[in-house]
């Protein structure tokens, strides 16, 4: 299996996460989440387009979507992703969920915009998928890992591993770890205060997916107004 890890943002350097850094945890709980989007939903787009959205539009690319597949995106959030989806497979079968009902607000009346296309948009949690298990081609998540703790993050992708079928591809994008000094600046701010940064730190995925049974095929390092992100493409083995 090729595996491709390179760098694309504003300026490269090393792929290996720095050893004199301590990872920092998530600091602000799953069920205070859903109030800090409900509260950030009306101005989440401009953020989500001045610093996410080569990272993002690279991830919609990556997922070389076919019409007529069943695609499920979690952290669906205002639906910037979703819409593209949705648009890519009008005859598949695409759900969208999100723990922030002021959030999927936003998503629904994007999604008002785009006609014929097969798709529905629900309150859930990614500890708990509304699909069958071995029922989805494709999983989208973007911006999600980096609110959760190390410790839950292997309860949701072992239901992330749950609801793919063997092959199913898996679509990731995280705030990560900046490799540039500048990029340093969103955690410095989130070590101040984690509500300023909509709870968000820099994460790594790749490890803790190889130990959950995925495959990873790439993973690419983007900045985006110094905001540092990680898109991953992997695929779950049998
Ligand atoms: C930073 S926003 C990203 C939204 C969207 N994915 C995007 O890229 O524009 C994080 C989103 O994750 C949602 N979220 C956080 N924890 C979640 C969970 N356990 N289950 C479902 N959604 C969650 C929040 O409500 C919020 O909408």
């Known amino acids: 299996m090729k595996l491709s890890f390179s760098c694309c943002g504003v300026s490269c350097c090393s792929n290996t996460s720095l050893p004199f850094k301590k990872k920092l945890d998530a600091r602000v709980s799953q069920k205070e989440i859903g109030h800090v989007y409900d509260k950030l939903a009306h101005v989440y787009d401009v953020w989500g387009k001045l610093t996410e959205s080569r990272a993002r539009d690279r991830a919609i690319d990556l997922a070389a979507i076919e019409d007529g597949q069943s695609i499920l995106e979690v952290a669906v959030g205002t639906g910037l992703a979703f819409y593209e989806i949705a648009k890519r497979n009008p005859n598949g079968y695409n759900i969208g969920i999100d723990l922030s009902n002021g959030m999927l607000e936003k998503a629904k009346s994007r999604l008002k915009k785009l006609s014929g296309a097969n798709y529905s948009l629900k309150f859930s949690t990614a500890f708990d998928l509304p699909s069958q298990t071995e029922s989805v081609d494709l999983l989208v998540n973007n911006y999600m890992f980096d609110l959760i ?62 130990q959950h049974g995925f495959t990873v095929e790439v993973r690419e390092y983007y900045q985006q107004m110094l905001f540092p992100s990680e898109v991953i493409l992997a695929h779950k083995h049998a």
Do not use: H, Q, W
Request: include cysteine; aromatic fraction near 8%.
């Open 149 to 210: 703790s190390y410790e839950d993050m292997d309860k949701v992708l072992a239901e992330f591993k749950r609801v793919l079928k063997i092959g199913g591809r898996l679509i990731l994008v995280n705030m990560t770890e900046g490799e540039t000094l500048g990029s340093r600046l969103y955690d410095f701010i989130y070590r101040l205060s984690p509500k300023t940064m909509g709870g968000c730190r820099g994460v790594r995925l790749t490890d803790k997916l190889e």
